[in-house]
């Protein structure tokens, strides 16, 4: 089983910065994408940002230029720094591990919240 623990949300004036961080635990695999995701009240969850095992990086249009993805494959970790926040970037972060080769699967941490005032 894998566990993802998340930290670092918490509440920001717009302009602002965050680093969220998550640390993965358990039989993580090998060959896995890492990320984050949001999803803000009464919205579908959406990617923010994501990094292959071999470091390959993918961001949504509205995170690029503002929002830095970051990844230890030694410690399987994935920091997610977040500059020039937006009260539209209010949501719950999620962060990620998936593998999209057989075998395939996909493991979420519980969320840690952003809220940024205007």
């Known amino acids: 089983q894998v566990q993802l623990v998340e930290s670092g949300g918490g509440f920001v004036q717009s302009g602002g910065s965050l680093q969220l961080s998550c640390a993965a635990s358990?039989?993580?695999?090998?060959?896995?994408?890492m990320g984050w995701y949001r999803q803000a009240p009464g919205k579908q969850r959406e990617m923010v940002a994501t990094?292959?095992?071999?470091?390959?990086?993918k961001y949504a249009d509205f995170a690029k230029g503002r929002f830095t993805i970051s990844r230890n494959n030694a410690k399987v970790t994935v920091n997610l720094q977040m500059d020039s926040l937006e009260p539209e970037d209010t949501a719950v972060y999620y962060c990620?591990?998936?593998?999209?080769?057989?075998?395939?699967?996909?493991?979420w941490g519980q969320g840690t919240q952003v809220t940024v005032s205007s």
């Open positions: 990620s591990l998936r593998r999209f080769v057989t075998p395939t699967y996909s493991y």
């Open positions: 358990g039989s993580t695999g090998s060959a896995a994408t």
């Open positions: 990094v292959t095992s071999g470091g390959t990086i």
